[in-house]
Structure formats: C-alpha cells, structure tokens
C-alpha cells in the first residue's frame, strides 16, 4: 500500500487553479474536475459540499468515492490533479452504483484506459 498523503490534493491554490482553470464531467452520482499538474503522480480529492445533507451523509459520501475509486485507481492516467464533488443524488446510493458512474465519467474525460487524454493542459 502507498502513502496516500503525497497523492492528494490539499493546497488551496491547487483547488482553485483546477476550479477556474480545468475541465469537469458530470455523472449521475459525481462530478469530476481534472487538470494536468505536471506531475508523474495523479493526486486526487473527494468533496461533497453542504448540499449533499448532513455531516453524516458528506462523509459517508466521501468514503463512498474513495472506496469507488479504489477498484479504478490502477487504470488512471498519471499527471492530473482530479477532483470527485458528490451530488445529492448519492445519497441513497451503493458503492458498485457509484463506482459505475465514476468509471464512466472518468472514461469520457480520458483518464481511464487506454483512452488517455495527451492534449489536455
């Protein structure tokens, strides 16, 4: 198991620049926000904003994604700083459901197999 520390996003700088300045793709659970870092590692982050409910419904919403994420990590592109914001719709949702949707999406972006996006930037 790697130190999961250095592959995630915590600097605020880094959130905003990916904010303004990449690209997103919506699912039915998520929405993905990805730009390139410049890295050789891919760094991630899991949100679920006031919206999603209580505290108690954002967390498990945050695990939810990650454990998704998991079973799809090994087959994501290196060099991008991605970020999962749950919708309010993940709610009543399980983990297989969610991980469907997160693969779909990130297959769409072009960070999952061999469908790897080179000319973002």
Known sequence: MRDRSEYTIRNQRDFSRIYKQGKSRGGRYTVILYKRNGLKISRTAFVASKKVGNS???N???RLMRAAFRSIEPGIANGFDI???ARNTIADCKEADVEKS???SLKD????GNGI???EK
């Not at 972006?109 to 999952?112: H, K, M, P, V």
């Open 102 to 104: 997160m693969r779909k």
């Open 60 to 62: 498990r919403a945050r």
């Open 83 to 85: 970020i999962f914001v």
């Open 109 to 112: 972006c072009g960070l999952l």
């Open 56 to 58: 108690v419904q954002r």
């Open 117 to 119: 996006n080179t000319d």
